[in-house]
């Protein structure tokens, strides 16, 4: 017998309350669905694991709305399956990575050309010449989620270790672990360096949608 938790009662009007109802009680760390009474018209924010196939209610009195997924958190931006979150007061790589973690994420992995890009134009500032160029590291200060702190020259995503896919790396040199540097940044122009992880940058946080 799977245990059902039920957590608030709610006045329910329409199904579309699934959405808004279960999404949005930020207070519960987790909501999977919403029991519908069709007699007293009001539901129930449910927390059930680890299926709904055998919950045991009565399906003359109760409706099952299973939770619609694909919502962000709010101050979150929406891309793909992902939701992510641009720190601009920044942080040292290491606190970067724990903020993410706390607020249910991790330090941005980035696994394709086009999730490169959206990135770039969602979050970054656009490439200024006068200002990135001769000195382009000047603009390669937002920290991201890859790093080769447990074998270097290795470089991993944090969020799942997994060693990078796709790479953006700055030509012709980059990565160079210059002053031991461990911790990846992203640039301007959406290219890639390693830098030093004491140092203070703003950071991009990605979580699953909810």
Sequence with gaps: MFEIHLLT?????????????????SSHAVCNGILFNQERKTCKLINCSPTHSA?????????????????????????????????QTGDTWSNSKRMCEDNGGYL?????????????????????????????WYCCEYWIGG???????????????STLGFINWYPPSEPDNN???????????????DNP???VWPYICKAPAI
């Design 108 to 136: 941005a992995s980035i696994r394709t050309t086009e999730e490169n890009s959206w990135i770039v134009d969602t979050f970054l500032p656009p490439w200024n010449y006068t200002l990135c160029s001769p000195n382009w």
């Design 197 to 199: 992880c004491e140092r």
């Design 55 to 87: 919950l045991d209610f009565d399906p003359g009195r109760w409706t099952l709305f299973w939770k619609t997924t694909g919502m962000c958190k709010t101050g979150w931006s929406k891309h793909e399956e992902f939701c992510y979150y641009f720190n």
């Design 147 to 161: 790093n080769d702190l447990s074998l270097e020259g290795t470089f991993t995503w944090t969020s799942d270790n």
């Design 9 to 25: 009662t709610y006045a329910c009007f329409s199904p579309s309350f699934v959405i808004l109802g279960c999404s949005l009680q």
């Design 179 to 193: 002053s031991d540097q461990d911790c990846l940044s992203i640039c301007r122009d959406g290219h890639w360096a």
